[in-house]
């Protein structure tokens, strides 16, 4: 008996340790410099289509012209990855990104958009991305198409 209380203390004792390890690395602080970066690897991820590298909150949501588009952080990895929405986006240009006082990011960039015989035009965007522990909670999108 004494043996089994001797295994059983360090084992609950790793055990929360590491439970209370998890939630640090999961969400670590985050400065301008790594915000910018989630952005970036947003922006990327509408052309390339590879969002593994985005770091969204999982209740992480998007608004697009007063609309809601994005209602968790898997859902919008999912369709940057397989939605049709963003499969007409062919390039971006123009990307700027500036951080407000607030922490919010402010990212302009042109979009190259096209399918079919709808021929190539171009969108300039202007999103925000407001940030949750490290991770991209909320992004408000505003689209002009152009010429």
């Known amino acids: 008996m004494p043996l089994r209380r001797t295994l059983l ?6 055990l929360v340790l590491a439970g209370t390890a998890a939630p640090a690395l999961a969400a670590p602080g985050c400065d301008d410099a790594c915000r910018v970066e989630g952005a970036r690897a947003y922006v990327a991820a509408l052309a390339d289509h590879d969002p593994s590298d985005v770091p969204f909150h999982p209740e992480a949501t998007r608004v697009e012209a007063g609309l809601p588009t994005g209602f968790s952080g898997d859902q919008m990895r999912a369709d940057l990855r397989y939605g049709p929405q963003y499969r007409v986006i062919r390039g971006i240009s123009d990307e700027s990104y500036t951080v407000r006082d607030d922490g919010v990011v402010v990212a302009e960039f042109t979009l190259d958009v ?7 035009r171009t969108a300039r965007v202007h999103e925000t991305f407001r940030y949750d522990g490290g991770l991209i909670r909320e992004i408000v999108a505003d689209i002009r198409i152009g010429g």
């Open 9 to 14: 203390l360090p084992l609950t004792a790793l």
């Open 114 to 120: 096209g399918a079919g015989p709808l021929g190539l």
